[in-house]
């Protein structure tokens, strides 16, 4: 049986991911992984920058 991707689950976040430029929460989840397991790309609608989270 197929198990599903546990990098494309959230940790049951409602608000988007904190921007480390602006502090905005006002985020997406670019992509559900990163260059590894333990991070996301994300990108914030407030100053325009894409960004990683460790999750």
Partial sequence: MR???PSVE????????EC???GSTET???HPKGPS?????H???D????????E
Avoid at 10 to 17: I, M, V
């Fill in 20 to 22: 480390p430029y602006c």
């Fill in 37 to 41: 397991l333990c991070r996301s790309m």
């Fill in 28 to 30: 997406e989840r670019e």
């Fill in 3 to 5: 198990r599903p991707d």
């Fill in 43 to 45: 990108y914030c609608n």
């Fill in 47 to 54: 100053c325009e920058q894409p960004f990683e989270k460790f």
């Fill in 10 to 17: 959230t940790s049951g976040e409602d608000s988007g991911a």
